[in-house]
């Protein structure tokens, strides 16, 4: 995917970006059309945080040991699973109950659709409360995301693929609450191009914006009537350095905790983002919300080292640059030496006599004048470039007075772009002890966490942790290209790292007629059983064309076609209940013992 802006792209943003503040700035009903929504997620809060056990641990815990929350969560869960077991006809002792995971692999739209479905057949086939986990990438944990806002999701699974199915195919929702969100995640100091995705996720794929916290899904997690979340990223510079088999890449988010299940370093959900050295809390910050995650854990883009098309190297949109960020600089107090420099070199360089001059004489008297007159003298030097270079699109950007929120804005974005700069999160591993097992990034004072479909496009080092104890995986790809990607690369990933996986062989995997369901096992290993989307059973002789119709790229889904997309996923589920109630029944007869 290609992510192009021209000059005229450029300059017709900020104008269209300016005619949104100017609207939202005269809208009383904007102003206050977003205080029931607070009053109902500070209710909500409350409820949430009233019954909530979520560990206060203001330090970090390097183990590889699973959270005492997560713990919990299993301990609650397991009656649930065993009682599903007994309706299935499997006879299981509370000491041999299997843990079975749910994987959701990334695919955009299509991924959060799939798995939707997937989960409402299971429900409906009586399968899905002998699941342990869910866990997901990408697209699919923009559903696990939109349902786990309920506490009780699984009684309710009908009702919210309603609510789906009548929200993604609206228009591009609140534009003015988008905007006002993004120029609000610009004043930040760790703004990166992961906000604006978010934005775009939100206006144009979404339509909603979640506001709440992940940390605020603990009782949906832990009460035992949900499976246990797990949602997937990885740090962006150890993928690029060691790529997507080494451990320490990988990065779990659940709401109790986050961190690199690799190395076994941790902290606490709601201090993921605050400032912490020799691993303890320093500075607190606001958690992220769940609408900035989704577009994290989505962030395919960020896997591209690089865009096409996205800088331009002309001498007007360079002094355009120069100038935004002089303006920025100067409303802040900042010292703005450095960028005098810069613009005088591209000014005289394109021998623009006037703007050159004018920018010698700021330079010079910038020290000694007051915040307005260097203001004024910003707002003369526009009008004299704007004369020089020609046009009158400069003169419309306005860049003064009430919206300095768009400069900002436009400075961070296409310095982030100009450094490809996603995900940037404090570091809770800076200066932490290496020799008290914090083995990674102890001198950064920030990671940058991305999607995880680069690495491997589902979850599976994370379900397969030992300490999960998983014994069952099903696995459900949704990706485009090769639906056999995911697992081919984890059997890489274990073989590398030693890690118990069944023996995959390339040779027998069609990726052009796949079928429903695959089986692949064997001694002290987990069982997978791995399901295509599309394949020569419910789709026989259009796998292609349904590949092509419900691409990944596609960013909005009509009514009819989510519908489709629905019926195709659930068959994968009602067409294989009795091979997975089998599987489920085998390792209950046959394993008394852990992996």
């Known amino acids: 995917m290609n992510f ?119 429900k409906n086939q009586g399968l899905l409360d002998a699941v342990m986990y869910l866990c997901g990438v990408s697209g699919s944990t923009w559903c696990m995301s939109f349902l786990y806002k309920e506490k009780d999701w699984t009684e309710k699974l009908q009702v919210l693929e309603e609510q789906l199915c009548n929200t993604l195919p609206k228009p591009p929702c609140d534009v003015l609450k988008a905007f006002s969100i993004l120029c609000q995640a610009a004043e930040d100091e760790l703004f990166s191009l992961t906000d604006v995705w978010a934005f ?66 941790f902290v606490c959900t709601k201090y993921l983002g605050s400032k912490f050295e020799d691993g303890n809390l320093k500075k607190q910050r606001e958690e992220k919300n769940i609408h900035y995650l989704q577009g994290l854990w989505g962030s395919a883009l960020a896997s591209r080292q690089h865009l096409q098309g996205i800088r331009c190297t002309c001498a007007t949109c360079q002094c355009i640059l120069l100038l935004l960020e002089l303006q920025v600089h100067a409303s802040a107090g900042e010292d703005c030496e450095g960028v005098f420099k810069k613009l005088k070199e591209v000014l005289k360089g394109e021998n623009s006599k006037d703007s050159y001059q004018k920018c010698c004489e700021m330079s010079e008297t910038w020290g000694s004048k007051t915040l307005e007159e260097r203001m004024a003298d910003c707002d003369a030097h526009d009008r004299i470039f704007e004369m020089e270079f020609g046009g009158k699109t400069y003169v419309e950007l306005g860049l003064r007075g009430n919206i300095w929120s768009i400069c900002k804005l436009l400075w961070k974005f296409w310095s982030c772009c100009r450094d490809w700069i996603w995900g940037t999160t404090n570091n809770f591993l800076y200066t932490c002890d290496p020799k008290s097992k914090s083995p990674v990034f102890t001198k950064d004072k920030i990671i940058s966490l991305i999607d995880s479909w680069t690495a491997i496009n589902s979850a599976y080092p994370l379900v397969l942790r030992g300490e999960r104890k998983v014994k069952l995986i099903l696995s459900f790809d949704f990706s485009d290209g090769d639906p056999f990607e995911t697992i081919k690369k984890t059997a890489k990933y274990c073989e590398t790292n030693n890690i118990p996986f069944p023996k995959i062989d390339p040779e027998k995997l069609d990726p052009c007629h796949p079928s429903d369901c695959y089986i692949f096992k064997g001694k002290d290993v987990p069982i997978v059983m791995h399901f295509p989307l599309f394949n020569i059973k419910n789709c026989p002789g259009e796998i292609e064309h349904f590949r092509k119709k419900f691409s990944v790229s596609h960013l909005v889904y009509i009514k009819k076609d989510i519908d489709e997309l629905l019926e195709k996923a659930k068959m994968n589920v009602s067409n294989n209940k009795e091979r997975i109630r089998e599987e489920i029944q085998r390792i209950v007869s046959s394993s008394t013992k852990e992996f």
Request: overall charge negative; aromatic content about 8%.
């Open 4 to 122: 192009q802006m021209s000059c005229k792209d450029f300059y017709s943003f900020v104008i269209a970006q300016k005619q949104v503040m100017t609207l939202a700035k005269s809208s009383k009903k904007y102003e206050t059309s977003g205080t029931s929504e607070r009053l109902r997620l500070r209710a909500d809060m409350e409820l949430i945080w009233a019954g909530s056990q979520v560990d206060d641990d203001k330090t970090v815990r390097l183990s590889n040991e699973i959270s005492d929350g997560e713990k919990e969560a299993i301990r609650n869960r397991r009656p649930k699973v065993l009682a599903c077991l007994k309706s299935l006809g499997i006879a299981c002792e509370e000491d041999n109950t299997p843990n079975v995971a749910v994987l959701g692999s990334g695919g955009g739209l299509r991924a959060m659709i799939a798995l939707q479905g997937t989960l409402v057949e299971m």
């Open 200 to 265: 775009f996720v939100f206006l144009f794929m979404l339509k909603k914006c979640d506001q709440t916290t992940l940390s605020q899904h603990e009782v949906a997690s832990t009460s035992g009537t949900n499976p246990y979340p797990i949602y997937a990223a990885v740090e962006m510079k150890k993928l690029h350095e060691e790529g997507g088999n080494s451990p320490g890449t990988w990065f779990e988010f659940t709401p109790h905790e986050c961190g690199f299940p690799g190395p076994g370093a």
